[in-house]
């Protein structure tokens, strides 16, 4: 699976932004998809995901409330929805896919990943 993220820009506090994910290469509908970011200096960490099953979805408690995950399993696309952003919300934003089903918040879990798209939260 080649996954492409794109929609990441600057923008202020309070903004909102849509980041999207685009799969190619294998059946879509296949996979469960998560979002995870990496700011400097720190680890990857999990953001949000979608089962393929049901399209369950699950946040980091950071996110909950704030972000939205969805998939368009027709248009092979995952999405993540953002709003009320913070400046501790910049970071670079992967999008991943796994074969496992139910609920996957570890990067270890997902078996591809997308080459990352950056959110800039600041004044």
């Known amino acids: 699976v080649q996954l492409q993220a794109s929609g990441g820009g600057l923008v202020q506090p309070g903004g909102s932004l849509r980041l999207s994910c685009a799969a190619s290469g294998r059946t879509f509908s296949g996979y469960g998809m998560g979002w995870f970011r990496q700011a400097p200096g720190k680890e990857r960490e999990f953001v949000a995901t979608i089962n393929k099953n049901n399209g369950g979805t699950y946040y980091a408690d950071s996110v909950k409330g704030r972000f939205t995950c969805s998939r368009d399993n027709a248009l092979n696309t995952v999405y993540l929805e953002m709003n009320n952003l913070k400046p501790e919300d910049t970071a670079v934003y992967y999008c991943?896919?796994?074969?496992?089903?139910?609920?996957?918040?570890?990067?270890?879990?997902?078996?591809?990943w997308g080459q990352g798209t950056l959110v800039t939260v600041s004044s």
């Open positions: 991943a896919a796994t074969s496992r089903s139910g609920v996957r918040s570890w990067p270890n879990e997902y078996d591809y």
